[in-house]
Every structure is written in structure tokens, then in C-alpha cells.
């Protein structure tokens, strides 16, 4: 593995020889973080995202090599952004992280809290999703703060569903917004940013070299954040940018160090 340290809000960038070395990066940091979780609050609550990158490490996390050392019952799951549409749809990012991990692993059907899309109209399920990630932790403090948020980025430098000059990224009060997506012609549930940078860990997850350039713009362009939603994610926590070498390409090797 090749670490690169970044000072600034920008976080820490990591960067791993392959995809399967990068999803079972995150593997490992989601069980790390479980049991950090579990020895100071008993609970672990997570936010999943969609993607390919993720999907693999749902995968991970699945089998036994990782299952096993993981306290299923004490976690509580939550989607940072979902497409309106039907749960069983393919589009679906529950359906794909369902297919891939929670099929397979012993949680409490409480614990899986996926956006309600069979509320209409996407505004009304928006607010429904926040009434129960507020009530999952006890309505205290007035911004929960997530053990880790997983997160990808776009071409377009969105991230979860918070799109370039959306009127979303100027949220403030909500912490779940609804958002209808030109681009994709399809209504979008997202975290917002209040949310969201309270968490304790966020982790990007990225690969391949299409992602090359959006990640220098982000990563070492000016700021720009109105075109690049994924530069307003600047955690109370730890960020961190997890990245195979194919999609950090066009980023200079700077504070390098090596290890195994």
C-alpha cells in the first residue's frame, strides 16, 4: 500500500495497488471502527454508499473472514443517499448492499434503516427518513454524528446524491433532503452536508483512472464547491480518500511513505 498524507481539510489520502486491495482496505477500517464503537457507545452506526467500490466490500464484509469478527447485532445501518425508487429495483442502492451483505449476515431487521421510497412524493419520504435516523439516536444531540460514512464521488465531483449547483448544498437545517436531478431525470434522496461532516470517519472510496481528474480538481484544485459538492465534506472527524493507483494518476507523489 502507498499512503499520502495531506494536511488541511482536505483529509488523508491512502492509496492501494488494486480494487480488491482497496475494498478490502475498507473492509477492514468498517470492522476496525465496529469495535472501536462498541467499546466507548455500545452501538455502531454506519452510512452506506452506492457504487461498485462499496458493493465489493459488502461482499467483504459478507464472508467469514470478516463477518465473524463483527457484532452484527449492534449495528445500525443507514443509507447516505438513495434513488427514488422502488426497493426491489435494480437502481436501488438498498437492494444492491441487501443483495450483497445484509442477506447474509444475522441483524436485527430494526437495525436496517433504508429510505421508505414507497412514500410518496419524494419530499414526504425525505422527512420520514430524517424522523427515523432521529428517533434511531434518541433525538440528542441535534446533529448525530455517524461512526462512518462511506462515500463515492462522481466524474461531475457530486457526492451522495448532493449534485453541482444544487440548491441542496446550501441546507442547513435538514439533515435529509430530496432532490430532483436534472442530469439523471430521477428524484434523488440525500444526506445533506450538516449531516454529514459531523460524522467521525468519512471515507471516499474511488477507482479506476476515470476518476483521475475529478480527484485533482477536488483533491489540489481551488475551491470550487458549488461545481464540486465533494469539497464541501470537510468531517468534525477524520476524511479519509481511499483510492486504487489507476485513480490517483494525475496527483503528484508528494509525503509518500510504503508499507505492507
Same mark, same amino acid.
Not at 438513495?82 to 447474509?104: F, G, K, P, Q, T
Not at 465533494?230 to 468534525?236: C, I, S, T, W
Given at each position: 500500500? %502507498?499512503?499520502?498524507?495531506? %494536511?488541511?481539510?482536505?483529509?488523508?489520502?491512502?492509496v492501494?495497488?488494486?480494487p480488491?486491495?482497496?475494498a478490502?482496505?475498507?473492509?477492514?477500517?468498517?470492522?476496525?471502527l465496529s469495535?472501536?464503537? $462498541?467499546?466507548?457507545?455500545?452501538?455502531?452506526?454506519?452510512?452506506?454508499?452506492?457504487g461498485?467500490?462499496?458493493?465489493?466490500?459488502?461482499e467483504?464484509?459478507? %464472508?467469514?473472514?470478516?463477518?465473524?469478527?463483527?457484532?452484527?447485532?449492534?449495528?445500525?445501518?443507514?443509507?447516505?443517499d438513495?434513488?427514488?425508487?422502488?426497493?426491489?429495483?435494480?437502481?436501488?442502492?438498498?437492494?444492491?448492499?441487501?443483495?450483497?451483505?445484509?442477506?447474509?449476515?444475522p441483524?436485527?431487521a430494526?437495525?436496517?434503516?433504508?429510505?421508505?421510497?414507497?412514500?410518496s412524493?419524494?419530499?414526504?419520504a425525505?422527512?420520514?427518513?430524517?424522523?427515523?435516523l432521529r428517533?434511531?439516536?434518541?433525538?440528542?444531540p441535534?446533529?448525530?454524528?455517524?461512526?462512518?460514512?462511506?462515500?463515492g464521488?462522481?466524474?461531475?465531483?457530486?457526492?451522495?446524491?448532493? $449534485?453541482?449547483?444544487?440548491?441542496?448544498?446550501?441546507?442547513?437545517?435538514?439533515?435529509i433532503?430530496?432532490? $430532483?436531478?436534472?442530469?439523471?431525470?430521477?428524484?434523488?434522496?440525500?444526506?445533506?452536508?450538516?449531516?454529514?461532516?459531523?460524522?467521525? %470517519?468519512?471515507?471516499?472510496?474511488?477507482?479506476?483512472n476515470?476518476?483521475?481528474e475529478?480527484?485533482?480538481?477536488?483533491?489540489?484544485?481551488?475551491?470550487?464547491?458549488?461545481?464540486?459538492p465533494?469539497?464541501?465534506?470537510?468531517?468534525?472527524g477524520?476524511l479519509l480518500?481511499?483510492?486504487d493507483?489507476?485513480?490517483?494518476?494525475?496527483?503528484?507523489?508528494?509525503?509518500t511513505?510504503?508499507?505492507?
Open positions: 500500500m %502507498t499512503r499520502l498524507s495531506q %494536511t488541511g481539510n482536505r483529509g488523508e489520502l491512502r492501494y495497488r488494486d480488491e486491495q482497496l478490502r482496505a475498507a473492509a477492514e477500517l468498517f470492522v476496525s469495535e472501536t464503537a $462498541f467499546e466507548s457507545r455500545g452501538r455502531f452506526r454506519v452510512a452506506l454508499s452506492g461498485s467500490t462499496p458493493h465489493r466490500v459488502y467483504l464484509l459478507a %464472508t467469514n473472514e470478516f463477518s465473524r469478527r463483527v457484532d452484527w447485532k449492534g449495528i445500525e445501518f443507514f443509507w447516505g438513495e434513488r427514488y425508487v422502488a426497493a426491489d429495483d435494480c437502481e436501488s442502492n438498498y437492494r444492491m448492499v441487501a443483495e450483497a451483505l445484509l442477506r447474509h449476515i441483524v436485527p430494526a437495525n436496517i434503516h433504508r429510505v421508505r421510497t414507497e412514500i412524493p419524494a419530499r414526504a425525505a422527512e420520514a427518513y430524517e424522523i427515523e428517533q434511531s439516536f434518541e433525538y440528542a441535534a446533529i448525530p454524528q455517524f461512526d462512518l460514512i462511506f462515500l464521488i462522481g466524474t461531475n465531483g457530486h457526492t451522495a446524491s448532493l $449534485f453541482p449547483h444544487s440548491p441542496v448544498l446550501d441546507e442547513k437545517s435538514r439533515l433532503a430530496a432532490d $430532483f436531478v436534472g442530469a439523471a431525470n430521477m428524484w434523488r434522496i440525500t444526506m445533506t452536508l450538516p449531516l454529514l461532516n459531523r460524522g467521525r %470517519t468519512v471515507a471516499f472510496l474511488a477507482e479506476g476515470q476518476k483521475a475529478v480527484l485533482r480538481e477536488v483533491l489540489l484544485g481551488p475551491s470550487d464547491s458549488q461545481r464540486l465533494a469539497q464541501l465534506v470537510a468531517p468534525e477524520k480518500w481511499m483510492m493507483e489507476a485513480a490517483v494518476t494525475l496527483l503528484p507523489q508528494m509525503n511513505r510504503r508499507s505492507a
